[in-house]
C-alpha cells in the first residue's frame, strides 16, 4: 500500500478558493489511481473527483463539476485539488484515496470500495 498525507484544509469565506495537495509515499505513484472524497458529519463519505494514472481522464462528482479541478503531478508523486467558489455545503474532511490493485491507466473510479489507501484527511470549512 501506498502512504498518503493531505493538506491545505482550512476555514474560508464562500466564495473562496482553496487548494489541497496529497502526497503519496511507499510505491510508485505512477502505478495508482487516485481520487478525492469527502464526509461531513453525520453523512456518508461522497465522490468529489478522479484522475487516472495517466493524468485524463478525471471525473467529478455532480455537486462540485465546474468548480474543482484535479490534478497530478508525478515528479513530486502529489495530487491536487483546485476548489474554486466554495460553498457552506463544501464543508467536510476531505480524504485522499488511492487505488493499486486493479487500476487501469485511462480508468477513474467513483466508488469507496475501490480504493485501498486512505489519507487521514484535512478539514475544510466555508463559512456564509
Known amino acids: 500500500q501506498v502512504q498518503l498525507v493531505e493538506s491545505g484544509g482550512g476555514l474560508v469565506q464562500a466564495g473562496d478558493s482553496l487548494r489541497l495537495s496529497c502526497v503519496a509515499s511507499?510505491?510508485?505513484?505512477?502505478?495508482?489511481?487516485m481520487a478525492w472524497f469527502r464526509q461531513a458529519p453525520g453523512k456518508e463519505r461522497e465522490f468529489v473527483a478522479a484522475?487516472?494514472?495517466?493524468?485524463?481522464?478525471?471525473n467529478y462528482g455532480d455537486s462540485v463539476k465546474g468548480r474543482f479541478t484535479i490534478s497530478r503531478d508525478t515528479a513530486k508523486n502529489t495530487v491536487y485539488v483546485q476548489m474554486n467558489s466554495l460553498k457552506p455545503e463544501d464543508t467536510a474532511v476531505y480524504y485522499c484515496?488511492?487505488?493499486?490493485?486493479?487500476?487501469?491507466?485511462?480508468?477513474?473510479?467513483?466508488?469507496?470500495?475501490?480504493?485501498?489507501?486512505w489519507g487521514q484527511g484535512t478539514q475544510v470549512t466555508v463559512s456564509s
Open positions: 484515496a488511492a487505488k493499486g490493485s486493479g487500476s487501469a491507466l485511462y480508468s477513474t473510479y467513483v466508488r469507496t470500495d475501490s480504493y485501498d489507501s
Open positions: 484522475i487516472s494514472r495517466a493524468g485524463s481522464p478525471t
Open positions: 511507499g510505491r510508485t505513484f505512477s502505478a495508482y489511481a
